[in-house]
Structures are given as C-alpha cells and as structure tokens.
C-alpha cells in the first residue's frame, strides 16, 4: 500500500530559528500533498495544500512567510518552519493523495507519521 | 460550515463495550469516504474505504457503514479495548478535493 514518510520524527530547536520537515511519498507520485498541525487534545489543522510545481495555499490564518513550503519534486514536500518560536510547538503532519487502483483510480489520502516540533 | 461533521465530539467507554461513531457529509457526489484512527503523538491511520456505492466495510472490530442517501456513514466498534483509545477521522473524497471532519475523541476505560 502507498506509504508516507515524515522526517524528522521529532525535533527540538531553540528559538529563533528554522526548522524543515520532509514529506515523502515512497512508492507513489504525489502530485498534491497537506500539510496539518496538531495542539495536543485537538483535532487536525489543515495549514496549506502542496502542488508539485507551483506555489502552495495557505488555509485563511497561516502566515506563509512562517511556514515555507516547497514541492520540487512528485514525492517530495517540505515544510520549513522559520524563526521559530515557542508557540510554533506543535505536532506537524502531512498527508498526500494519491490514486488508488483498487478503487477505480479514486483519490485517497494517506498521512505521515507526523512531525513533534519542540522549540525552546 | 464544515462540510463533514462527525459526533459525538468526544466518548468515554468501559473496556468490553461497543460505541458508534457518526459522520455526516454535506459533499455529493463523493467518489470514497474513509475513517482513520489517530493515536496520540502518531499521524493517522487507515481504518476502511467505502466508495459511494458500498454499503458496509469491516476491519476486525471496527464496522463502517454509508448511508449514501442521508449522506450519512458510522464507525461500530466492537468489545473495545484500552488500545481503542484514540481520535477517529472521517474523510470523504471528490476529485481532487477532500473534506475532513475535526474526529471523535474515544477513551475507553478499563
């Protein structure tokens, strides 16, 4: 089945500065990927949706210049915190969609392991 | 308004016992919906897949159904467990667009 991987699993930085997390899908193209943050006890976030190729859309509330994302390449995302500051804590999770052959070719969505980011 | 909803917001239940989780969908047509189970600190995971046209999909314990004329779908687990504990997200798909509901908080007690 197609699978998701996130890296790093876990990162503490101090403050100030710029942390990037990898979103990879592994055995299939991503054409378009999400990228969500948790607060513990909460419910997924959606922050902005990936396209290969072209700029990402950021939800209403998330500050592009704070959170850079690229996606260079078809199985490859990154989001790249800068500055970061405490309040940037957060568990980061990306997913990506992908063509499901054993459903006529309908888009699914499968998450990565997601990210805990720890900044000091 | 989210075009998934899903109820009820968060559930406490004792080991052993069954719980039923609901989601309701105002995206139509829609081409799949699926649940995930999210554990805590961990992305979430697939439970089933149901296109519009299936009516029912088991995974072990864990029992969807669709009512795709209500544009309704439920999550049935049965004789949970401690390990059952954890957020439950409905996701229904259409095209390119794919609308998620905010999940079901489940703890299950001993």
């Known amino acids: 089945g197609a699978v998701v991987s996130q890296h790093p699993s876990w990162v503490i930085c101090k403050s100030g500065t710029s942390v990037k997390i990898e979103c990879r899908s592994l055995?299939?193209?991503?054409?378009?990927m999400f990228w969500y943050r948790q607060f513990p006890k909460q419910s997924l976030m959606l922050m902005a949706t990936?396209?290969?190729?072209?700029?990402?859309?950021?939800e209403q509330g998330v500050e592009k210049d704070k959170f850079l994302i690229n996606h260079a390449s078809l199985t490859l995302s990154t989001l790249t915190v800068t500055s970061a500051h405490p309040e940037d804590s957060s568990f980061y999770i990306c997913?990506?969609?992908?063509?499901?052959?054993?459903?006529?070719?309908?888009?699914?969505?499968?998450f990565g392991a997601g990210s805990r980011l720890t900044v000091l | 308004k989210n075009q998934v909803e899903q109820s009820p917001q968060s559930l406490i239940i004792l080991e052993g016992k069954n719980c039923t989780l609901q989601?309701?969908?105002?995206?139509?047509?829609?081409?799949?919906l699926r649940w995930y189970k999210q554990d805590t600190g961990r992305g979430p995971v697939s439970l089933t897949i149901?296109?519009?046209?299936?009516n029912t999909k088991s995974n072990g314990r864990y029992t969807a159904t669709l009512d795709a004329d209500t544009k309704q779908s439920s999550l049935h687990i049965t004789a949970s467990q401690l390990s059952d504990s954890a957020s439950y997200i409905c996701?229904?798909?259409?095209?390119?667009?794919?609308?998620f509901g905010k999940g079901n908080q489940v703890v299950v007690i001993p």
């Open positions: 996701v229904v798909s259409l095209n390119n667009r794919l609308a």
């Open positions: 990936s396209n290969e190729g072209s700029k990402a859309t950021y």
């Open positions: 997913s990506a969609v992908h063509r499901d052959r054993w459903l006529s070719g309908a888009n699914v969505l499968t």
């Open positions: 149901m296109t519009f046209s299936e």
């Open positions: 055995d299939f193209q991503a054409t378009t």
């Open positions: 989601c309701n969908y105002t995206v139509s047509p829609f081409s799949n």
